[in-house]
């Protein structure tokens, strides 16, 4: 079957870094995608990757190793803002997005 | 309108009711999604359309409906809600169907089913 792991919940420190770890199992592999989705709102669209791999957008970076099906993102410099729940989507052979159900990531003072 | 609108925002709706769920996007996406988000677990899809005129189904279709007469334009319909059928609904819709997809969402519905 097609499945997404990533944890429930992370908590970390403001100015810290942060790592979201995901491993995926999908019929197929076209890609792999983050979403940042605040509470009470819908999720938004951060980061792809399809090649092994960093790929860097300011504070955010996220990794990519199709081999060992998993990927990780990267949270650097946490601001308060950044607390929100952080979904894991990987696209299968048809194109459809499997998602994980999301870390929820607490930023403390 | 600017992106992707759902209506309404809420509903409390008696079991065994019909609802239909709006969704409209004007970004001219070719390809619409409706995915449902319970608590611990990941979005679901319902049911999804690549472009106007086709629809198909997603992992959880049963007692969900779709159409696409238009590209704007994807409304969901729950013939005779059920209790299970409480969750938050979401529209998506991306440029077409395809790698590097980058899907775009409404802000949601929240639906309880009594």
């Known amino acids: 079957g097609q499945n997404i792991d990533q944890p429930t919940e992370m908590t970390a420190t403001e100015g810290a870094i942060v790592q979201i770890n995901c491993t995926y199992q999908?019929?197929?592999?076209?890609?792999l995608f983050w979403y940042q989705q605040h509470a009470g709102e819908a999720p938004t669209f951060l980061s792809y990757?399809?090649l092994d791999g960093l790929e860097e957008k300011g504070r955010f970076s996220s990794f990519l190793s199709r081999s060992k099906g998993y990927s990780y993102l990267l949270l650097k410099e946490l601001q308060m803002k950044d607390s929100a729940s952080y979904l894991c989507a990987a696209m299968d052979s048809n194109y459809q997005l499997i998602w994980g159900a999301g870390t929820k990531l607490i930023i403390k003072p | 309108i600017a992106g992707i609108t759902q209506a309404p925002t809420s509903q409390i709706l008696a079991a065994g009711r019909r609802m239909t769920l709006r969704c409209t996007q004007d970004?001219?996406?070719?390809?619409m999604y409706w995915y449902r988000q319970d608590l611990g677990l990941g979005l679901r899809l319902i049911h999804y359309?690549?472009?106007?005129?086709?629809?198909g189904k997603g992992e959880v279709p049963d007692g969900y409906s779709v159409s696409r007469a238009n590209t704007d334009d994807f409304p969901l319909t729950l013939a005779s809600a059920v209790p299970s059928q409480t969750s938050v609904y979401f529209c998506?819709?991306?440029?077409?169907?395809?790698?590097?997809?980058?899907?775009?969402f409404g802000p949601g519905t929240r639906l309880t089913v009594l």
């Open positions: 359309s690549n472009t106007a005129g086709t629809t």
């Open positions: 998506a819709s991306s440029v077409g169907l395809g790698d590097y997809n980058e899907q775009f």
């Open positions: 999908t019929s197929g592999f076209n890609g």
């Open positions: 970004m001219r996406h070719n390809a």
């Open positions: 990757n399809v």
